[in-house]
């Protein structure tokens, strides 16, 4: 069964389920995606500027080089916190007028020119990298989308467990939960009140903190490392 997250509810439906047992949403990229570089999605490997999941609709060469430079710097700071965002799209449209992108090593190039490495040893080109793809497959409307239907069709005692490998992915997964445990998120730490669930919720959190891999995993799978996996489950009707 092939298609967007968000269409859950109707490709279950198309096949008359009405209630889930369970379900698991391992989000992002697969290792073959960004192994791949046909699919555009590595600024490691030199490939076509894609970047699309679902292989239709407007890919990442779409973005970078036509959308208006205001637009495409709100893309690179919301999706990707890049801090350069405005440096980056001025670079990028100064770049376009004289030649179009065509190639991801091409567009890293050109970030790279204007963003300096920082202490994390991260490429400069990651975060804008990460806030194309989320652009170009709406991941994050995606992703709301799925919570809300997934939690919807579960039965009595069945779970919705998500595993998320950013911090945008695991803001939405986290407050999605802890509304529908009937808690609202605690203003900080220093306000436990906001812990109290507020109504008879449906569902309660499987566990209040993310299971977050360990060392072994980590070495074994380092892609893991920002990994967290979240759970929530139906009370009783
Ligand atoms: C982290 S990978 C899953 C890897 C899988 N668990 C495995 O072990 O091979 C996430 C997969 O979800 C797909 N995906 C991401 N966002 C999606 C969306 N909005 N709708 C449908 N599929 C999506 C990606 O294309 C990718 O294949």
């Given at each position: 069964m092939g298609g967007r997250i968000s269409e859950l509810g109707e490709m279950l439906a198309a096949r008359n389920i009405d209630a889930l047992d369970g379900a698991v949403f391992d989000l992002g990229?697969?290792?073959?995606?960004?192994?791949?570089?046909?699919?555009?999605?590595?600024?490691?490997?030199?490939?076509?500027?894609?970047?699309?999941?679902?292989?239709?609709?407007?890919?990442?060469a779409m973005i970078v080089n036509l959308c208006p430079e205001s637009e495409l710097a709100d893309i690179l700071y919301k999706y990707g916190d890049e801090k350069a965002a405005r440096r980056v799209a001025k670079a990028v449209v100064e770049r376009r007028k004289v030649q179009k992108f065509a190639t991801t090593a091409d567009l890293a190039g050109v970030i790279r020119?204007?963003?300096?490495?920082?202490?994390?040893?991260?490429?400069?080109?990651t975060r804008s990298f990460q806030a194309l793809r989320i652009a170009v497959n709406e991941e994050l409307s995606d992703i709301e989308t799925a919570l809300e239907q997934a939690a919807a069709l579960l039965k009595p005692g069945a779970r919705l467990v998500v595993v998320s490998f950013h911090s945008l992915e695991d803001r939405i997964v986290k407050h999605f939960f802890a509304e529908q445990a009937g808690r609202k998120p605690a203003a900080s730490r220093h306000d436990p009140a906001g812990l109290k669930p507020t109504v008879a919720p449906l569902f309660k959190l499987v566990k209040s903190a993310p299971v977050l891999p360990g060392l072994a995993e980590i070495r074994a799978n380092p892609r893991a490392r920002s990994a967290k996996l979240r759970a929530l489950e139906r009370l009783a009707a």
């Open positions: 990229l697969s290792s073959y995606q960004i192994d791949d570089p046909s699919r555009g999605f590595s600024f490691r490997l030199d490939g076509p500027l894609d970047m699309r999941m679902g292989r239709e609709g407007r890919d990442a020119s204007v963003v300096r490495p920082d202490k994390s040893g991260i490429d400069p080109a």
